[in-house]
């Protein structure tokens, strides 16, 4: 499944090492499958990251960044541009195509190096024609715990399996699966129920 990303420019209080506070606006890239998705987790991530301080949501668009590569060291967000050609069979013809990727690295030539490993799984040849540090500060990529997070508030219900009242224990003793009927039985019945004669 193909991951569509959405940037979000966000206005906040943001405090430094050293303790003193400043208004800053940072773009943040994030997982989210429509606007409105997009929205509620920008809010959320900006709730954990601000505690309890005021925050705005400037805007949030679509992205056209392809893929994200992350590592688990890198100062800064590299933002890559690549141009490849494909060959469309219909037409018959050469198409250019001009793709997004975002990595993750300490310096432009460990991103370069870092851009070519992930995508080594290209079969065709591609030209890394940009690549320069994103405004972007930080990624948040989908996590399939937060579609099962409750809202505030609210307490997951279990659901259990109700006793039937009527009979004792809740178990019905005559309860049964029907038996299968085959294509040929059922095909038998509806043509005996076709030709008996009306009264």
């Given at each position: 499944m193909m991951q569509t990303w959405f940037e979000s420019k966000v206005k906040y209080m943001k405090v430094s090492e050293s303790g003193s506070e400043t208004m800053v606006t940072e773009n943040f890239l994030l997982d989210a499958v429509s606007y409105t998705d997009a929205e509620t987790r920008i809010i959320r991530k900006m709730q954990e990251m601000v505690r309890g301080g005021e925050f705005s949501v400037v805007d949030i668009k679509k992205s056209r960044i392809a893929e994200v590569f992350p590592y688990e060291d890198g100062e800064w967000w590299f933002k890559a541009t690549i141009n490849l050609v494909t060959v469309d069979e219909e037409a018959g013809k050469e198409k250019k195509l001009r793709t997004y990727y975002l990595i993750m690295a300490d310096d432009?030539?460990?991103a370069l190096a870092r851009l070519d490993e992930s995508l080594g799984y290209l079969v065709?040849?591609?030209v890394t024609s940009a690549l320069a540090v994103s405004t972007i500060v930080d990624v948040f990529p989908y996590e399939?715990?937060?579609s099962i997070q409750?809202?505030?508030g609210f307490v997951p219900v279990e659901k259990e399996e109700k006793a039937n009242p009527i009979f004792t224990g809740g178990i019905n003793p005559f309860e049964e699966e029907p038996a299968e009927v085959s294509?040929?039985?059922s095909v038998e019945e509806t043509t005996e129920e076709e030709s008996t004669p009306e009264e």
């Open positions: 432009i030539k460990e065709i040849p591609y399939p715990s937060e409750a809202p505030e294509d040929n039985e």
